[in-house]
């Protein structure tokens, strides 16, 4: 029998029953029962202005009412000519060309097409197609980017239908694979990028894609501050183009504009989406290097690539209005600050002892939940399970959080992402802090361990 009676989607998970929402504002979402939820993750680190702003709800109309679709291929709007300007505008130095989609996986597809084809534009042919990616990365559901992906979990079912990419070790210090201290280790795990090259040969290698700071794959990992400085190097050495994957740490979600700014890095290509628009829209994009759009200049002249929605005005007028929100309510800076806070005050989770490591940076933040944490050993019953159920009673608890599993060789693993809207003041962050540590002494009671 259907448990969701009475309706006709199908929703990701078919047998859950999903609270109907009614209203969002702010950092809160509210459900027709009159239940009231802190949203703790801005629906997937998504909603980063939060719900119900009145500026893009008018942006959008009226873009609507000027004229709602045109396509990329014939006509320019002001829409996409303004969001190019802004976003260009805090982009690291030579970011300069914005090829416009709709969402994550569109805009992490877009770089393995554009990396092929900029060589084929650049060197009359070239074998170079092979990306390297990461084990414990998310870079989209479509197969190129599931190809790339290094959460087994997702790619499991879809195997044969998998590009053979190679994957390397993510900087996953809570369980270094180098069982090495951070700070000390000398990033072993960026050097296997240079080996990964030269096993496959450099001429095949195109790029290589990372996440800045990794997110739903593994929650919130962030590298030691030479893993990115040492990426660049391998990849300037090698003529590979370094991807950095901000669909989800860009736009303001670590405390800077893009994840790299931490580092002072500079990639070649950057994918972005979720923030971007903030869920008001679908909205994704690339950002290349000059160069690389030089490349198509001086040859053919076109990306063999494109989505009907690519550069649509009204996705593109909440860019805009998105953009303007961010900096007039200086967000990025509060992500920075109540990030801190919201860490400080999560700091009684260190009593827990079903939370094994509790990281991020700015409003990205990730919890690591374990069955010992003396031996950081997994739960046992499959990567996740755990997470979901830690989800399901901090709902209860009135705050969602974005669970994930499988950080442990996809066999076992669970955590989750908590990534409020960026708007979220003090008195927010607090309530979010104890609604997490309440739940989780909940879970941990009820699993038999506090
Ligand atoms: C880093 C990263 N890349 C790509 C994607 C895919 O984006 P989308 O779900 O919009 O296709 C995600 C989604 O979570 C992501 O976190």
């Known amino acids: 029998m259907p448990v969701d009676e009475g309706n006709h989607i199908f929703f990701r998970n078919v047998r859950r029953t999903h609270p109907l929402v009614v209203r969002g504002e702010g950092v809160y979402l509210y459900d027709e029962a009159g239940n009231r939820y802190l949203d703790g993750c801005a629906g997937a680190l998504v909603a980063n202005i939060g719900h119900g702003v009145e500026s893009v709800a008018r942006a959008m109309y009226e873009q609507a009412q000027t004229v709602g679709f045109t396509h990329l291929s014939r006509f320019a709007s002001r829409p996409i000519l303004e969001l190019g300007e802004r976003v260009t505008g805090i ?244 992500s920075a600050h109540m990030g801190a806070l919201l860490m400080e005050a999560l700091a009684p989770l260190g009593d827990n002892p079903i939370v094994g490591d509790v990281r991020g940076l700015g409003l990205m933040i990730g919890v690591e939940l374990v069955a010992d944490r003396a031996t950081r050993a997994p739960f046992p019953g499959g990567p996740g399970r755990m997470a979901e159920r830690a989800t399901g009673i901090l709902m209860d608890h009135g705050v969602v959080v974005y669970p994930g599993g499988g950080s442990v060789e996809g066999r076992a693993g669970d955590h989750f992402l908590i990534g409020p809207p960026l708007v979220i003041d003090e008195g927010e962050v607090r309530e979010l802090a104890a609604a997490v540590i309440e739940g989780l002494g909940a879970l941990a009671r009820a699993e038999g361990r506090a």
């Open 91 to 334: 982009a690291p130095e030579g970011l300069d060309r914005l090829y416009l989609v709709s969402g994550g996986s569109e805009a992490t597809e877009s770089c393995l097409k554009m990396a092929r084809q900029y060589f084929l534009e650049r060197d009359g042919s070239s074998q170079k197609h092979v990306v390297i990616a990461r084990w414990n990365a998310y870079h989209g559901n479509t197969l190129g980017a599931l190809s790339m992906s290094g959460t087994i979990p997702r790619r499991r079912p879809y195997t044969p239908y998998l590009l053979d990419f190679p994957h390397i070790n993510a900087p996953y210090c809570y369980r270094c694979p180098y069982e090495a201290r951070p700070g000390r280790c000398g990033v072993p795990c960026a050097h296997e990028l240079e080996d990964a090259i030269n096993r496959v040969g450099a001429e095949y290698v195109s790029a290589f894609i990372a996440e800045p700071v990794v997110g739903a794959a593994a929650g919130a990992l962030v590298p030691p501050a030479e893993y990115l400085p040492v990426i660049r190097e391998i990849c300037d050495r090698y003529d590979v183009l370094f991807i950095a994957d901000e669909v989800m740490s860009g736009f303001g979600r670590t405390g800077a504009h893009f994840a790299v700014d931490h580092w002072n890095v500079v990639p070649d290509m950057m994918s972005l989406a979720k923030g971007m628009g903030s869920g008001y829209a679908p909205l994704g994009a690339v950002l290349a290097r000059e160069e690389i759009w030089e490349a198509f200049w001086r040859g053919s002249g076109a990306f063999v690539h494109g989505h009907t929605y690519g550069g649509n005005p009204v996705a593109c007028a909440t860019g805009v209005a998105v953009f303007d929100y961010y900096l007039e309510h200086g967000l990025v800076d509060n």
